[in-house]
Every structure is written in structure tokens, then in C-alpha cells.
């Protein structure tokens, strides 16, 4: 089945400092790739996606690039805020239905920006 | 601009109680998905609907049931609760043929 692997946290940075977060995935087909984040206490928000390969997504000072041949979908930001802090989560989506396909997700990580 | 809706935000419940979770989609979106996320993991994939028929069916337990409705919104149905079905419950909802999900605030179910 599908399956994404992202690095583990907690990453503790300074702020203004540089963040990537690596992601990888396998899938039988070819899924659209996403990244949410997920505040304390909060639900998830759709943070970018990409939908084919060598598509990059931005949102907020994120980007992240679909990359096919190495299966991976890297979030990173050039320079993180105290606001940042939170738990970020790559998923893709296969694509085998007409609706209703199901996210899968990785484990998650969590992110802190320290003043 | 309109989100998805659940209520209720929080439900504490006794062991072998019953359960409705319910989610309200953002407007003019067909499908809803149901996700369960425990303390610390990742949300886990439950059940969707697109057009008031089951779509794709994750690790819903039997005692779990759910439904979608002719204005789209959902209801999750749990019955015999157990202590571990203690966990946020998200709703997400999309447009048919676009594959971003948007998630609702969720429910936080406490089993006693």
C-alpha cells in the first residue's frame, strides 16, 4: 500500500533560521503530494501541494518541490518565524477514484521556533 | 470564506455508550472523510463519501457506522465505546475531481 516517511522531530530552531523537512513516499500509482500543519489544539491546514512531477508548491515562505524520481516531497522555509511552531505532516493522495480518494499521512513533525 | 463544521467540539462519553459525530462541509463540496487521530500520531483514514455513497473505507471499526446526507453533510456513528476510540475525530471535505482536502476543527471524544 501507499505509505509516507518523513523525518522525525522535534527540530528545534532559532528564528530566522533555515527549515527543511524531509519526505518520502511509495505509492502504486501517481499520487498528488500535500503538506499540512497542524497548531496545538487545532485541526489541520492545508499548507501546499503539488499535483505532478517537478510541480512546487508555496504558500507563507514554504515551498516544496514533487520530485518523481527520488519520491520525495521536501518542505522547507528560509527563514522560520516564532509563529512557525507547530506539527507538520507530508500526505499524498492517490488518484484511482473520481472522488473520495483517501490522504495517507506521515508520522509528523514537530516544529519549534525559539526566539 | 466557510470552513467545515463539526460539532460537537468535545463529547465525553462513559464505556459502551453511543456516539454522533457530525461534520458539515464547506459549501458546494460533495465529499466527506472522516479521520481519527490519536495523542501524538498522524490522523488516520476512516471512511468517505462522495454523492451520498461510501467512497473508500480505511480502519473503521464494525461498531463504527456513518452516512451522507442529501445536503452533504455527514454523521459518524459509534456504538459500544471503548476506552481506546479516545481520540480526535476530523471531517474533511473536497470538491469532486480535486484531490485537496480541507478539515474541519474536529471533536475531541474522551471514552470513560
Known amino acids: 500500500g501507499d505509505s509516507v516517511t518523513q523525518m522525525e522531530g522535534p527540530v528545534t530552531l532559532s528564528e530566522e533560521a533555515f527549515l527543511t523537512i524531509n519526505c518520502t513516499y511509495t505509492?502504486?500509482?501517481?499520487?498528488?503530494l500535500f503538506w499540512y500543519v497542524q497548531y496545538p489544539g487545532e485541526g489541520l491546514q492545508l499548507l501546499l501541494k503539488?499535483?505532478?512531477?517537478?510541480d512546487k508548491g508555496s504558500n507563507k515562505g514554504f515551498e516544496a518541490t514533487y520530485r518523481k524520481e527520488t519520491t520525495s516531497f521536501h518542505l522547507e522555509k528560509g527563514s522560520v518565524q516564532v509563529s512557525d511552531s507547530a506539527v507538520y505532516f507530508c500526505?499524498?493522495?492517490?488518484?484511482?477514484?473520481?472522488?473520495?480518494?483517501?490522504?495517507?499521512f506521515g508520522g509528523g513533525t514537530r516544529v519549534l521556533v525559539k526566539p | 470564506a466557510a470552513g467545515v463544521i463539526q460539532s460537537p467540539r468535545h463529547l465525553i462519553k462513559e464505556k459502551r455508550e453511543t456516539a454522533t459525530l457530525k461534520c458539515y462541509p464547506i459549501?458546494?463540496?460533495?465529499?466527506v472523510y472522516w479521520y481519527q487521530q490519536g495523542p501524538g500520531q498522524d490522523p488516520q483514514f476512516l471512511i468517505s463519501?462522495?454523492?451520498?455513497?461510501?467512497?473508500d473505507k480505511g480502519s473503521i471499526p464494525d461498531r463504527f457506522s456513518a452516512q451522507q446526507f442529501s445536503d452533504y453533510h455527514s454523521e459518524l456513528n459509534m456504538s459500544s465505546l471503548e476506552l481506546g476510540d479516545s481520540a480526535l475525530y476530523f471531517c474533511?471535505?473536497?470538491?469532486?475531481?480535486?484531490?485537496?482536502?480541507?478539515f474541519g476543527p474536529g471533536t475531541r471524544l474522551t471514552v470513560l
Open positions: 474533511a471535505s473536497s470538491l469532486s475531481g480535486r484531490f485537496e482536502q480541507f
Open positions: 505509492a502504486t500509482g501517481y499520487p498528488s
Open positions: 503539488a499535483t505532478k512531477a517537478d
Open positions: 500526505a499524498l493522495s492517490d488518484r484511482g477514484k473520481a472522488a473520495g480518494n483517501k490522504l495517507t
Open positions: 459549501p458546494r463540496h460533495d465529499t
Open positions: 463519501f462522495y454523492e451520498k455513497m461510501q467512497s
